[in-house]
């Protein structure tokens, strides 16, 4: 069972990461990337890692993605990506050369460690087998599960052994990990979110006053003309507007670059 | 057949490595920078999975909270980077990652 959920679930992580990647409209890519992280959560769950299974589906799936497709629509990029424009000549070629090496490098440490990948050295095997659930000492009816070692403490005198598991489900051992080995983590955190949401906030801010040209935006071998001071607001709108313009200017300046800015902001 | 095939964390790594090269390509062949962002979470993602492998493979609640931090970073990097491209996209539309070159000296 738990091999067909692998493979079913590997098959969507798979598939949605090719939809991310090869999908010119960007909202199509943010779909296929919540595929993608269902997909994770559902491996979580493979994994017994409830709790990083719900919280996957909400933050990622629920929040990033949405941001994502937020961002989408506020900045108007729906649109299909021209993929003949090449600024850096060859990319793409050199791009799938370095995903092919990293692929070779993928098969080479699998070969080289002979399908036992696994994070342990050589030879601790039997360290795992110690605690391994053999026998059922937790009494919950499952006997092939595997217990940490620090959970099992080993009677001195009759050699028994006992499973100590006050919370022993993901949830509580993960917060009761959270809150006393990792404290100190856990801290830093909130001080990285409330830089992080200023951040975000000063960066989106709409700067008061006009929006200046940056002139290094301009892609090269383009002449650039110094526009007249005056006749800034002509420059990308047709007459109708020119005239609404100069009527708002002659009425309050102010709202007059404004609506400029604004056209400036749509055209 | 397949039911009776053991999942090993091996499988696990193996996907992870595959997802994280695919995010790599993407990242490196997208000129998009939303999708350069989508692309970054895919390799975490691929990152996350290893990270909850191994955890689960040597009986230790360290690979999930390893996890746990990375969630948290990722929407971090997420809020930051996207409210950048909304102020460099308010300014240009439709540019492309190599059009940001401003800050080359």
Request: aromatic share 6%; charged share 20%.
């Amino acid at each position: 069972m738990e091999a067909v959920v692998f493979f079913v679930a590997a098959a969507i992580v798979l598939a949605g990461a090719l939809g991310v990647i090869i999908s010119r409209n960007p909202v199509h890519a943010a779909l296929s990337l919540v595929m993608t992280l269902f997909g994770v959560a559902v491996l979580f769950i493979n994994l017994e890692a409830y709790f990083l299974a719900v919280v996957q589906v909400i933050v990622y799936a629920g929040a990033i993605v949405v941001l994502f497709l937020f961002v989408i629509m506020l900045v108007g990029v729906d649109k299909a990506e021209d993929v003949r424009a090449e600024p850096i000549v060859r990319q793409r070629e050199f791009a799938l050369l370095a995903g092919a090496g990293l692929l070779a490098l993928a098969v080479i440490i699998g070969v080289a460690a002979g399908g036992e990948i696994t994070g342990r050295a050589p030879g601790d095997l039997d360290i795992v087998r110690a605690f391994e659930d053999v026998d059922d000492i937790d009494g919950d009816g499952i006997t092939d599960e595997t217990i940490p070692p620090s959970q099992v403490l080993t009677d001195e005198s009759s050699g028994e052994r006992v499973v100590t598991r006050p919370n022993s489900d993901n949830i509580h051992q993960l917060g009761d990990a959270l809150f006393t080995d990792y404290v100190f983590a856990f801290e830093i955190t909130a001080i990285l979110l409330t830089i992080a949401v200023v951040g975000a906030v000063v960066l989106a801010r709409r700067p008061s006053g006009d929006l200046q040209d940056l002139p290094e935006f301009d892609p090269p071998g383009v002449l650039r003309v110094e526009p007249d001071p005056d006749d800034e607001v002509a420059t990308d709108i047709d007459e109708e507007d020119l005239s609404a313009a100069e009527q708002d200017a002659s009425v309050e300046a102010e709202e007059a670059t404004e609506d400029a800015t604004d056209a400036e902001a749509t055209s | 057949m397949i039911l009776a095939l053991v999942i090993t964390p091996g499988y696990y790594l193996a996907l992870g490595a595959l997802l994280f090269i695919m995010g790599a390509v993407g990242l490196l062949v997208r000129r998009n920078p939303l999708v350069m962002f989508m692309c970054v979470e895919l390799m975490l993602n691929a990152v996350n999975l290893s990270f909850v492998a191994f955890g689960e493979a040597m009986g230790d609640l360290g690979g999930q909270v390893s996890v746990f931090f990375v969630l948290v970073v990722a929407a971090a990097e997420v809020v930051i980077g996207l409210a950048i491209v909304v102020a460099i996209m308010r300014r240009r539309p439709n540019v492309n990652a190599d059009d940001l070159s401003v800050l080359r000296g």
